[in-house]
Nanobody, 124 residues
Framework: QVQLVESGGGLVQAGGSLRLSCAASGRTFSSCAVGWFRQTPGKEREFVAAISWSGGVTDYADSVKGRFTISRDNAKNTVYLQMNSLKPEDTAVFYC?????????????????WGQGTQVTVSS
């Protein structure tokens, strides 16, 4: 069983930066692929970024490519999402998800374990 807790969200001005953290518990975390998703009221949850269990493979949504960086430190059981050059359209609740059976996935339904989310608000 993997438990995830997101943190690091908050209010930031456009052009600013935030680093989100996904802290995990469970021995299998280091074997989990991890994805970040976000959701805006009235819209479906969308893929943001993902990282393989080894950290050797990453994937990003086109909307964040070049601005966001996903990384992980398995020794600390933590995955990070560094967000730079934030835009108002990045405003959303960000969720961390993990699954030990995945190599890498952008599909929400591929993930079994989810955190509660952290709010990111970017002001113009």
């Amino acid at each position: 069983q993997v438990q995830l807790v997101e943190s690091g969200g908050g209010l930031v001005q456009a052009g600013g930066s935030l680093r989100l953290s996904c802290a995990a518990s469970g021995r299998t975390f280091s074997s989990c692929a991890v994805g970040w998703f976000r959701q805006t009221p009235g819209k479906e949850r969308e893929f943001v970024a993902a990282i393989s269990w080894s950290g050797g493979v990453t994937d990003y949504a086109d909307s964040v490519k070049g601005r966001f960086t996903i990384s992980r430190d398995n020794a600390k059981n933590t995955v990070y999402l560094q967000m730079n050059s934030l835009k108002p359209e990045d405003t959303a609740v960000f969720y961390c998800a993990a699954d030990p059976g995945l190599g890498l996935s952008w599909r929400e339904y591929d993930y079994d374990y989810w955190g509660q989310g952290t709010q990111v608000t970017v002001s113009s």
